[in-house]
């Protein structure tokens, strides 16, 4: 491999299997997704063959139980499984991270009797789903959602708006957080939802910096009739059922962040060790050595941190503050090193002929998506002091 090339990430795998896995991954990446990134971001393409040939290939239930044609793969598995896939193209990491969060509730908080239904299908079947909590004003105040949902017999009646959602009107079912009592977090239900329920309709994607070829977009929830066999957990349950898939889904964002990341800094070595100036690389000149260690150092402590929250998780252990802390610090990351790497290439790092300024426009939603860096910090906050005052 000639020098200044991209390196593959040393992974520390805990089984052979796992391994093996990788190996599918890389080679996938390599065939379907990394030649056709760039040109189907520019044109807003959404690769729904690509998902059903995830879903085909195991990917999107990586994490899950096989009983129920999951992969039964520990998290710190998966979630760099994640990195590699948003290391080629951040639509598709993030894709399979919202698709895994959709089917959280369900696995988690489900009846047998749902999950034998429903969760081969989400998990294996060629299925796309999406994750329904933000509304148009209550986004980091998720407790103040004002969909409702009404009992109606053996069926709830669903009316209201949802924003920001991934996959929204191309997505096969939907996990979607309603009001079923009063206000606050506790008068809320899960619901799962079809794609195609009548009632059911999506607007026109939102317009975004980056990210365009997955479609954001609000539903609108006009008296959809959903079964109560489709509700996810106890009626008021909804609220913490979306805490403990954000929980985990923050690791997923976390996990995708250290992608990009780690694709903008393979991209900016790859450009200072054979661009010359002055007669030598601009690798040689001290001033960018250090920058691109400092990426590089970033990135790692990134990966460290979040691999040590999934480890947690896997054994069981309280691991929301770790997840907050990882979210928090490898979107960070990601920022970082993507706008440097822009600096690393100059003017040609502001042009479509390089990746690095579509690294940098994506890696800036991260710091957004599943609760603001600013929510991460209260979240932190309340674990260390408990919860404010006032």
Not at 12 to 39: K, M, N, S, Y
Not at 179 to 203: C, I, K, N, Q, S
Not at 235 to 249: E, K, M, N, R, Y
Request: aromatic share 6%.
């Amino acid at each position: 491999m000639p020098e200044g090339a991209a390196q593959p990430v040393e992974r520390q795998l805990p089984t052979e299997e796992a391994r093996d896995l990788f190996a599918l991954v890389r080679e996938l990446v390599q065939r379907e997704i990394a030649p056709h990134a760039a040109a189907e971001e520019e044109a807003g393409h959404f690769p729904r063959e690509l998902f059903t040939l995830l879903s085909e290939s195991g990917l999107l239930g990586l994490a899950y139980d096989s009983e129920f044609g999951g992969g039964d793969q520990p998290y710190e598995v998966y979630l760099q499984v994640l990195e590699e896939l948003a290391a080629a193209r951040l639509t598709v990491g993030l894709g399979v991270s919202v698709h895994s969060l959709a089917c959280h509730g369900l696995a988690g908080y489900g009846t047998k009797e749902q999950q034998t239904e429903h969760l081969p299908d989400m998990l294996g079947g060629g299925l796309l789903g999406a994750y329904c909590l933000s509304e148009p004003s209550s986004g980091s105040d998720a407790a103040s959602l004002r969909t409702k949902a009404v009992r109606d017999g053996d069926a709830w009646v669903i009316t209201g708006t949802k924003a920001w959602i991934t996959h929204g009107g191309i997505a096969d079912f939907y996990t979607v957080l309603a009001r079923t009592g009063g206000e606050g977090a506790h008068g809320v239900t899960a619901f799962l939802v079809p794609g195609d329920a009548e009632g059911l309709t999506a607007a026109v994607p939102e317009k975004k910096m980056g990210m365009k070829g997955s479609p954001t977009a609000q539903l609108h929830f006009d008296g959809v009739r959903v079964s109560d066999a489709r509700r996810i957990g106890d009626v008021g349950q909804g609220f913490a059922i979306a805490l403990s898939a954000l929980d985990s889904g923050r690791l997923g964002i976390a996990a995708c962040a250290i992608g990009v990341a780690q694709a903008a800094l393979d991209e900016a070595v790859a450009y200072a060790t054979e661009r010359k100036q002055f007669g030598r690389p601009i690798a040689d000149f001290q001033g960018l050595r250090f920058m691109l260690a400092d990426m590089a150092t970033q990135i790692e402590a990134g990966r460290a941190l979040y691999l040590a929250a999934a480890r947690l998780r896997d054994a069981g252990r309280p691991f929301s503050k770790q997840a907050a802390m990882a979210k928090l610090l490898c979107t960070d990351t990601a920022m970082k090193v993507t706008t440097d790497a822009v600096q690393v290439l100059g003017g040609y790092g502001y042009t479509l002929d390089f990746p690095v300024e579509r690294f940098m426009r994506e890696a800036k939603v991260l710091q957004i998506v599943e609760g603001t860096n600013q929510i991460q910090r209260m979240v932190i906050a309340r674990h260390l002091a408990g919860p404010d005052s006032r």
